[in-house]
């Protein structure tokens, strides 16, 4: 079975520092990771995703999540926050393949940036 | 590509009755997908359509919910005999079977209040 645990409900930073959102997976098949992203009042968008191709995924608005196996982790970071970045970020996981297709999303962490 | 479409937004209604929510995926996705979303916590798996076929259901999901997909197109939630915990935003999600068949494209929920 599935599952993801993400580390803190509730982060704040200030514009201009480094953000870091951590993520934890359990998978007894090798996982597809994501993380989506959700703007006030929008429905959930995808940021990025490892598909076990490179480990280090770049995705949009400066975005980046490293899949680290031993750690079982993918922690997104991005080096520099922007106001309009202040969101909430879900960290998901499925299977895929012969394992099915059903994404389970962790609990969430919203980000609050600081001027 | 005109996203997925969910009907109504808002649903207020009284403990006891019935509601049905509608969704319409992307047009050439064949996934349909059914989430609830409760303040605070990521989407909650309901339940998954492959064309037609309900391929997988949550054991959370109680008897009282019902989804559709009759021709393999648009789908529809049914909540027979609401409760105050049925309160919460359904979300539905389509994805494709070809390249990319991972990532999830969702629509912006309907609101269900239960009073």
């Known amino acids: 079975a599935q599952s993801v645990t993400q580390l803190g409900s509730h982060v704040s930073v200030s514009e201009g520092a480094l953000v870091l959102l951590r993520c934890n997976y359990s998978s007894s098949v090798p996982p597809y990771l994501f993380w989506y992203v959700q703007y006030p009042n929008q429905g959930l968008q995808l940021l990025l995703k490892y598909t076990s191709a490179a480990t280090l995924v770049k995705g949009i608005n400066g975005f980046e999540a490293e899949f680290k196996k031993s750690e079982t982790s993918f922690h997104l970071t991005k080096p520099s926050a922007h106001m309009s970045d202040a969101a909430e970020y879900f960290c998901a996981v499925t299977p895929g393949g012969t394992g099915g297709f059903k994404t389970i999303f962790g609990a969430g962490t919203r980000l609050f940036v600081k001027a | 590509d005109t996203g997925v479409s969910q009907n109504p937004r808002h649903k207020i209604t009284k403990r006891g009755q019935n509601v049905t929510f509608r969704c319409d995926p992307i047009?050439?996705?064949?996934?349909l997908y059914w989430y609830r979303q409760t303040l605070g916590q990521g989407p909650e798996f309901l339940t998954y359509f492959q064309n037609e076929a309900q391929l997988e259901k949550s054991r959370l999901l109680s008897d009282r919910f019902s989804a559709e997909r009759p021709k393999g197109s648009f789908s529809t939630l049914e909540i027979q005999r609401t409760e105050q915990g049925d309160s919460a935003m359904y979300l539905c999600?389509?994805?494709?079977?070809?390249?990319?068949?991972?990532?999830?494209?969702f629509g912006s929920g309907t609101q269900l209040s239960v009073l």
């Open positions: 999600a389509s994805s494709s079977t070809g390249a990319n068949n991972e990532k999830l494209f």
């Open positions: 047009s050439e996705h064949n996934r």
